[in-house]
Nanobody, 125 residues
Framework: QVQLVESGGGLVQAGDSLRLSCAASGRTFSKYTVGWFRQAPGKEREFVAAINWAGSRNYADSAKGRFTISRDNAQNTAYLQMNSLNAEDTAVYYC???????????????????WGQGTQVTVSS
C-alpha cells in the first residue's frame, strides 16, 4: 500500500508560480513512478507529468516549458513546480503511484493504483 498526500495548492494570479508537494509513505519511494494529474470542473482527469525511479520525466504538452516535476527520495516527496500559471491551469491536482516498481513514466490514469486526495489550484485572470 502507498499513501499519498498532496499540498501546496492555493489561489494565485495569472503569471504566478506554485510548487505542489506529494508526500508518500508505505512502500520504497525511490523504486516507483510518481505521476501528477489534474481535473478541472466539468472535465475529465488529465495527465500533467510523471517521473520514474531512474529520474526520467514525461510531460503533457500543456505542461512542457512551464512545469517541472522532481523528486527527493530522501524525503519521500515528489514536487510539481508550476510557473506562468494561467486560468486554464485551474483544477484539483492529484499525485499517483502505480502498483509495481521500476516502471516507465506512465501517462494514463488507469496505470496508477494509488492516489492522493488532491489539492486545489485556482488561477485568477
Amino acid at each position: 500500500q502507498v499513501q499519498l498526500v498532496e499540498s501546496g495548492g492555493g489561489l494565485v494570479q495569472a503569471g504566478d508560480s506554485l510548487r505542489l508537494s506529494c508526500a508518500a509513505s508505505g512502500r520504497t519511494f525511490s523504486k516507483y513512478t510518481v505521476g501528477w494529474f489534474r481535473q478541472a470542473p466539468g472535465k475529465e482527469r488529465e495527465f500533467v507529468a510523471a517521473i520514474n525511479w531512474a529520474g526520467s520525466r514525461n510531460y503533457a504538452d500543456s505542461a512542457k516549458g512551464r512545469f517541472t516535476i522532481s523528486r527527493d527520495n530522501a524525503q519521500n516527496t515528489a514536487y510539481l513546480q508550476m510557473n506562468s500559471l494561467n486560468a486554464e491551469d485551474t483544477a484539483v491536482y492529484y499525485c499517483a503511484a502505480p502498483e509495481n516498481y521500476y516502471t516507465a513514466t506512465y501517462s494514463r490514469g488507469d496505470q496508477y493504483a494509488y492516489w492522493g486526495q488532491g489539492t486545489q489550484v485556482t488561477v485568477s485572470s
